[in-house]
């Protein structure tokens, strides 16, 4: 299975391509260079992409991102996420925050 991952700030974006779930490449690029970058990356196959994105500027661009990967697209967030979350506020919980939680929880059974 090949994954993309995305982790979308206001000034950088990671990516992460992982194949059979090992890391293949990492990169950063500026935020601003997504769109072009993304068209670039949609040339290798993807079966999933997973995005975490703190840019409010991004956020607008989340029909634009599905076209250009044309593979199923998950936005990470409180609503969406797999695991409960035990705060008074669940949207006031950053996207990155929640992703952490997924990783650890997939590394330790139980």
Sequence with gaps: M?????????????????????LNAREDIETAALPKALHNIASTTLDIAVISCVSQRMAFFTDEIRQILSCPVIFIDPASAPIKIHY????????????????????VKG
């Design 2 to 22: 090949h994954i993309l991952a995305l982790d979308i700030g206001n000034t950088r974006t990671s990516t992460g391509h992982f194949i059979h779930g090992s």
């Design 88 to 107: 008074d506020k669940p949207e006031s919980v950053g996207q990155d925050r929640i992703v952490n939680a997924l990783g650890a929880k997939c590394h």
